[in-house]
Structure formats: C-alpha cells, structure tokens
C-alpha cells in the first residue's frame, strides 16, 4: 500500500535516539490508521544507525556532505508520498502528530507549515537559553522544529539551501511562506500535537549555555558562520 506520508530524518550517529523517533512515528501512523514511510539520510555515521533503522523498516539512503541542509534534501527526494513532513532523529512524534499533519498539508489553505516544540525536560537555564534564541526565530516569522509540506511545494522553493551551514530550516520556512503568498496561501502551525525534542545540547554544554553566549547564537542564526555551527553542531559528541 502506498504511503501517504513521508517522514525524513536526517541523521549523524544517531543510533541512542533513532529508534524512538522511528517508533514514535509508527505510533502516531497506527493511532490515524494511515501507512506512513519513512526515509532515513546517513551522514557520516560510523555506529548502528543504519542497522537500528532498518530492523524498524525505514528506507535508507547516504548523503555525507557536510551540509545539514543537503542531508534534509536527500531524505526528502527520496520520499514516495505526496504529503512529507521532516523530523530530526532526537526528536519524537506525540500519538496524534500524524492525524495532524495530514489534516493540515490536505488543507488547501497551507501551503505548509511547522509545530509547536517541547523539551523533553525544564529547567530555569533551558527557559533563559530558549529565551535567548526565540527573537531570532520570532523575528523570522516561521515556526519550524517539524515542516510539512506538500512535495510540489517543496520542489517549488528548491529545498533546504545547501549554501547555508546553520538556520537552513528557518530559511526553509520564510521560503515557503513567501511561496504560499503567491498561491493565496499560509503559513500554518501544528500546536496542540507537536513534537518532543531531546536535550542532549543542553546535557552537553549545559542548561544556560545559550543564554551566556549571545554572540554564539548570532552567529549560528546568520547561517554562514562554519565555526560556531561545527561548535555547537558538527564538531559536538553524540
């Protein structure tokens, strides 16, 4: 039976975190009764990605550019569906997450869209940290953490930009925005069945890290600085 979703998941090492994610979105697709793909895109990874993956019946495919962005397109031009929504591996769909998306990219006044984020824990130095990031993302006007989107729109704006090295899915979204305003449509947001994303950077750096580098998250949000992103994201362990 043809899927009529495509998850794609980019993913470096990710193995201690891929099979929640995996496992969370054939939760959701059960809960909507819908068959659901998923398309994993190995960058680089020397662990048990691909093995954990594929015992959970994802598609797998190899994209090891350095290039967060070109790894994103890579699972996506890979889907079968129609309807793709992008998940990153630490991440985690709710029971609900499925039925939503497709409510929502079926939706002929979207023209896609992003979700509502939770973290998987609280702390008062991960609300300052978020605190310290949100202007960025607010400033910008899309919401992003899960996109779903429709694969003629995403042909339409050609993808993740692969000349960015960081913020290349915000890009993504103030793209599609500006595309669905040609075609009389907007940008939506899933709010109320999201997703769950893991805490490892703050495990990694600490809760307050963000909040007490400002100048780190100004460079990560100009999505051309190579050091702060290898910083933060390549260079940090898994």
Same mark, same amino acid.
């Given at each position: 039976?043809?899927?009529?979703?495509?998850? /794609?998941?980019?993913?470096? !090492?990710?193995?201690?975190?891929?099979?929640?994610?995996?496992?969370?979105?054939?939760?959701? *697709?059960?809960?909507?009764?819908?068959?659901?793909? @998923?398309?994993? /895109?190995? !960058?680089?990874?020397?662990?048990?990605t691909?093995?954990?993956?594929?015992?959970?019946?994802?598609?797998?495919?190899?994209?090891?550019?350095?290039?967060?962005?070109? @790894?994103? !397109?890579? *699972? @996506?031009? *890979? *889907?079968?569906?129609?309807?793709?929504?992008?998940l990153d591996a630490d991440s985690w769909m709710g029971s609900r997450t499925v039925a939503a998306i497709l409510d929502h990219v079926r939706d002929a006044r979207y023209i896609g869209g992003g979700t509502a984020i939770w973290p998987e824990r609280v702390s008062v130095g991960i609300v300052f940290s978020l605190l310290a990031v949100a202007p960025y993302v607010v400033k910008?006007?899309?919401?992003?953490?899960?996109?779903?989107?429709?694969?003629?729109?995403? %042909?339409?704006?050609?993808?993740? %930009?692969?000349?960015?090295?960081?913020?290349?899915d915000i890009d993504f979204g103030q793209r599609l925005k500006a595309f669905g305003r040609t075609r009389g449509q907007r940008y939506g947001t899933i709010r109320r069945n999201g997703i769950t994303t893991s805490c490892r950077k703050f495990d990694r750096f600490?809760?307050?890290?963000?909040?007490?580098?400002?100048?780190?998250?100004? /460079?990560?949000?100009?999505?051309?600085?190579?050091q702060a992103t290898d910083h933060f994201y390549y260079d940090a362990e898994r």
């Open positions: 039976m043809r899927p009529v979703l495509s998850v /794609a998941i980019p993913a470096h !090492n990710e193995e201690r975190f891929i099979g929640r994610c995996i496992d969370s979105i054939h939760e959701s *697709a059960r809960q909507a009764s819908v068959p659901v793909e @998923v398309v994993v /895109a190995l !960058n680089r990874c020397s662990d048990q691909r093995s954990v993956a594929e015992s959970l019946g994802a598609r797998c495919v190899v994209e090891d550019r350095r290039c967060i962005a070109a @790894v994103r !397109n890579a *699972a @996506v031009r *890979a *889907a079968s569906s129609l309807a793709i929504a992008t910008r006007g899309v919401s992003a953490g899960m996109f779903w989107f429709s694969r003629e729109a995403f %042909d339409a704006v050609g993808g993740f %930009d692969e000349g960015l090295v960081s913020a290349e600490g809760d307050w890290y963000l909040f007490r580098n400002p100048r780190l998250v100004k /460079a990560i949000f100009t999505g051309t600085d190579r």
